[in-house]
């Protein structure tokens, strides 16, 4: 191990000072391979000094310009996609067709972004009283930052920075400490694409780098990505600073599956959603609700699926699953086939005895069945390829476990019944809702965010949503008097 990985701060590649560091592995084959720097908070100010420094003038630039560098910033994006896949699969260990699949979906934020002429343009109403016109504009924050987790090193920073820096922000972005390359990568693109230095900056760094971020007076706003805790944490630290916070959390994700449904077309969707990336997605299905007497049907169609899955090294051709993202989490994540087997539910599939690779954080995939909900494999966020089937008898029954749990980031639906759909549709209290769709991540023109632990805050990430978030509105009211009819008026205008 001799590499080192820093701080990208003023256009350039800057070491770090605080004497702290943490190791990046490649999870494929279980050693380090690098080592990160961790900002301290004194380092933390300097790169907010400089990021406020530059969005003085980005706010200034036109919108033409701004849009043209995003224009750039996609092409940069777009032919250099196997290049950062391969990065994000060496530290995070998704296989590379997936790494390109996050990719594809960040990619479309800055497609969504490179139209900052139309998403800014404010409303106007003349002659609202007499010689008087109202009108408003929305104006950037200053310095916003993002906090982002492990499991998206490329696309999450997107769904942010995308939006941040096409309405005329700074954006300083503290990547997930276990893969941080991608973000050094993106601003590497930013740069080529012509965005003046200081603009996005990647501060690399722990909880000490995220607390100063949090404490910091010229830091306006900050978008959190990561687990419900820390999400937690961030909403009611940085909302109590006075900054904008939106903080998305944890999930467990239900799929509700009908008696009508396609069982084999639910199974290949849901084996997709439940192991895909090692079950380290926010909407990863976790959790599948049978419904009736397609439980024994389905249980039986998932798992002669899973044996077929290749579990290896994410960069080789032909693998489906690669590792989890440290050996810790690994031992964590299978420690839950003996929780739940010691609560009573039945092993169908165990991913310790999986065809695994000697070296490496491997972990085949599991499914649990008969899982009920006081059990610990029900109620916490696991995280990893493990998928649990709980059995119930109506839909009534299976809905109201969806809207029970905690977590409401997203769920599915299967079935073949437009009237069903469309009714879980209407009552689920989930922010996010599939129809035979097991991911629904919404596209980048949506905005994407959980309810209830699932996101702390009033506004969803990218879209919409987040060009509101990362400006501030401002009402200009303006009276341009015809000189003929001037007048002295003492009395509160009424504007009638
Ligand atoms: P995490 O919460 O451990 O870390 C997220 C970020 O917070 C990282 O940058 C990390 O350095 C920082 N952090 C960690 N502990 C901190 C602390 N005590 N104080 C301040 N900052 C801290 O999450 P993770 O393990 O990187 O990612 C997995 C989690 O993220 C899962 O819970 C997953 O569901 C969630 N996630 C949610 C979404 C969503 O859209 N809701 C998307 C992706 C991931």
Redesign the pocket.
């Known amino acids: 191990m001799d590499q080192r990985i820093s701080h990208w701060v003023d256009g350039r590649t800057r070491p770090g000072t605080s004497g702290r560091t943490s190791p990046v592995f490649n999870p494929a084959v279980g050693e380090v391979a690098a080592e990160v720097d961790l900002a301290s908070a004194a380092e933390v100010d300097d790169a907010v000094r400089s990021a406020k420094q530059a969005a003085v003038a980005w706010r200034s630039t036109s919108l033409s310009k701004r849009a043209s560098i995003l224009f750039e910033f996609r092409q940069q994006l777009s032919s250099r996609a196997d290049e950062l896949a391969s990065v994000i699969t060496a530290e995070h260990g998704k296989v590379h067709s997936d790494a390109l699949g996050e990719i594809a979906r960040g990619l479309e934020n800055v497609e969504f972004a490179a139209g900052v002429p139309q998403l800014l343009k404010g409303g106007f109403s003349e002659q609202a009283a007499t010689d008087v016109d109202v009108y408003d504009i929305r104006q950037p924050l200053g310095v916003v930052a993002g906090?982002?987790?492990?499991?998206?090193p490329a696309m999450?920073p997107l769904w942010m920075c995308a939006n941040a820096i096409a309405c005329g922000n700074a954006f300083i972005l503290?990547?997930?400490?276990?893969d941080p390359s991608a973000s050094l990568l993106l601003a590497d693109m930013w740069q080529k694409a012509g965005l003046p230095d200081g603009v996005f900056t990647v501060l690399h760094?722990?909880?000490e780098a995220?607390?100063a971020l949090l404490e910091h007076p010229d830091v306006a706003a900050i978008s959190?990505?990561?687990?419900?805790?820390?999400?937690r944490?961030?909403y009611e630290t940085g909302t109590a600073r006075g900054k904008r916070v939106q903080a998305?959390?944890?999930?467990k994700n239900h799929a509700l599956v009908l008696p009508d449904a396609d069982v084999d077309l639910a199974a290949d969707a849901i084996v997709g959603a439940a192991y895909g990336s090692a079950g380290?997605?926010?909407?990863a299905l976790s959790v599948t609700v049978a419904v009736g007497d397609v439980a024994d049907r389905l249980v039986e169609a998932i798992a002669v699926r899973l044996p077929k899955l290749v579990i290896g090294d994410g960069a080789a051709p032909g693998i489906d699953m690669g590792p989890l993202i440290t050996g810790e989490h690994r031992d964590r994540v299978a420690g839950y086939v003996d929780a739940g087997s010691g609560a009573g539910a039945t092993v169908v599939v165990d991913g310790r005895e999986a065809d695994l690779p000697e070296r490496g954080f491997f972990l085949g995939a599991t499914l649990l069945d008969h899982v009920t909900p006081e059990m610990t494999v029900y109620t916490d966020?696991i995280?990893g390829p493990v998928l649990d089937v709980v059995r119930v008898d109506t839909f009534d029954e299976g809905l109201e476990l969806i809207n029970s749990n905690p977590y409401a980031?997203g769920t599915a639906i299967f079935t073949r019944d437009g009237g069903a759909a469309r009714r879980f549709q209407f009552e689920v209290e989930v922010g996010m809702v599939g129809i035979n769709v097991p991911v629904p991540v919404p596209v980048a023109y949506y905005s994407?965010g959980?309810w209830k632990a699932?996101?702390f805050g009033d506004t969803h990430?990218y879209g919409p949503e987040g060009i509101n978030f990362y400006t501030r509105g401002k009402v200009v009211t303006s009276r341009w008097p015809d000189p003929a009819s001037s007048q002295v008026e003492l009395g509160f205008p009424t504007n009638r």
């Not at 998305?248 to 999930?251: S, T, V, Y």
């Not at 380290?280 to 909407?283: A, H, K, T, V």
């Open positions: 906090i982002t987790p492990f499991n998206f999450v503290k990547p997930s400490e276990k760094g722990d909880r995220v607390d959190f990505v990561g687990s419900t805790p820390v999400a944490h961030i998305l959390g944890g999930a380290e997605r926010c909407m966020e995280f980031n994407f959980g699932s996101l990430m």
